[in-house]
């Protein structure tokens, strides 16, 4: 059969499971052979195989638009890079995305053998293909893990799977995956900052806890009862904060896995925003300094209540730290027409609000408004409980020109109420 890739056509007889043989055009093609004279795959005739291609007129061999052809498909359309190297180990695909992954061009891959169409090296220089043997070696052996390689100074994942005419028989196919190692670098990167976070923020608690406890014990009889209450009551501000980062980091945990749970319980979101405002007036703020905005009646809502607590509390606390003037809240229906029926809640303040630039980045990890501390986790947390909701979380800016916050949440009736 013809084996069509980029352009090019190298003669295959049979389309390995899963591989497609449909991409090369007509016009190259390769001989099979056999292991001989160099000692490596492909560096001699094939059995069964004259090394000419089938003429014209001749009838296609079973498989020839099966594959990949049989769902209309591709091999370019992979998003992954894809190589075949058949018995002899002559390369007889090689997609679009290896071509890209890889900066070969197909035409100077297809038909040669696979050591030096694709020369892989491991982090130690050596040749990854000797190393492995396909096409050799224990005929149980179904293939290799993906693995960082080299690739003429550069890094690629690579995989392998080797396709057997018969359990422990010879190699028919070597199909190998490619890909690049960007995502993952941004990925590892992205957990490297996680954890460095975590560290710089742990450290200045755990200190203060530690610093505090110890003086306590070593010199207990010397403080006042005013100067004890004083040292405790601080341990026990820097065990929240600490308590709270390590709610943080569960909540990304399962928020970035996908295992968030929402439990819905028929909550009052006006009485919940007041709640949250009650406590920031404890806490310390003016009460005039919050302006809140009813338009009832609301929808009965249904919502996990202490992880709408957390949306509330934390967007509350961002427009109070880091905004100025009058923090106003606004809670009403959803506006008809807009989504489902639902409650929407605005939060917005009077500073300086959030650069346009900035916008599309205010919801991921890391991203901070100001100097004036936190983890840059908070919002990150937030869209991802409102999504788990089944809501939408915008931000904007404020008609006072500070930041606008805005949620919205679905009715949520459970199904045993539906």
Known sequence: MDVRTSGTTVAADTCPPGVSAESHAPGASVASETPGDSGGPGDSAGPGDSGVPPAPDAPPAPGVRGCFADLGLDPDDL???????????????????????????PQ?????????????????????????????GLSIRSGQPERNLLLGGR???????????RPNGPVRRVVIAVRGTEARRRTELSHAELIATVAHELRSPLTS???????LLQKWERF????KRLMLETVDADANR?????????DISRIDSGRLEVRRQRIDMAAAVRRHVQAQTTAGQKPDRFLIKMREPLPELWADPDKIDQVLGNLLENAVRHGEGTVTIEVGPSPSGTGP????VTVSDEGPGIPEESMSRVFTRFWRGSKRGGTGLGLYIVKGIVEAHGGT???GRALAGGARFRFSLPVGTPAFMA
């Open 79 to 105: 998003p992954d890079g894809l190589v075949v190297a058949d018995e002899t180990g002559r390369v007889i695909c090689f997609n679009a995305a290896a071509a890209r992954i890889t900066d070969i061009a």
């Open 108 to 136: 100077d891959a297809l038909g040669r053998p696979l050591e030096r169409a694709l020369p892989l090296q491991d982090i130690e220089g050596r040749r990854w293909w000797q190393l492995t043997d396909p096409y050799g």
């Open 155 to 165: 890094e690629v994942l690579v995989s392998a799977r080797y396709v057997r005419s």
């Open 209 to 215: 806890v530690k610093g505090f406890t110890a003086t």
């Open 224 to 227: 006042t009862d005013d100067q």
């Open 242 to 250: 600490v308590t709270r980062l390590i709610a943080e980091l569960l």
């Open 341 to 344: 029926e639902g409650t929407t």
């Open 393 to 395: 979380i915008t931000v």
